[in-house]
């Protein structure tokens, strides 16, 4: 059973960067899914960034440019790389993997969430 813990959250001013990690021990990159979710006060939980199966990555038309997804296998790692943050990008960060490795891009898809990382930019 995977168990996912988010690190790397903090306070930044506009304009700065942090990145994210998701340590996933027991993710198997080939089988699974796995992405970057955000849930901002009073809004509804979106994705952000993900890999898929194939290890192909995406991310959110609102973060392209600025964020990056990246894995490193041997540590069973996942990060985000967030440059030129905005506040609009505060917001409670999570990770989550999809065991069934399909339908990548489908939330309810995602069975195993960490606790989440807060992001503040101010």
């Known amino acids: 059973h995977v168990q996912l813990v988010e690190s790397g959250g903090g306070t930044v001013q506009p304009g700065g960067s942090l990145r994210l990690s998701c340590e996933a021990p027991g993710y198997t990159a080939s089988a699974y899914c796995l992405a970057w979710f955000r849930q901002r006060l009073g809004q509804a939980r979106e994705g952000v960034a993900g890999?898929?199966?194939?290890?192909?990555?995406r991310v959110a038309d609102s973060v392209k440019g600025r964020f990056t997804i990246s894995q490193d296998n041997a540590k069973n790692t996942v990060y985000l790389q967030m440059n030129s943050l905005k506040p609009d990008d505060t917001a409670m960060y999570y990770c989550?993997?999809?065991?069934?490795?399909?339908?990548?891009?489908?939330?309810?898809?995602?069975?195993?969430w960490g606790q989440g990382t807060q992001v503040t930019v101010s």
């Open positions: 989550a993997t999809n065991r069934r490795g399909i339908r990548c891009r489908v939330e309810s898809e995602y069975d195993t």
């Open positions: 890999i898929g199966t194939g290890g192909v990555s």
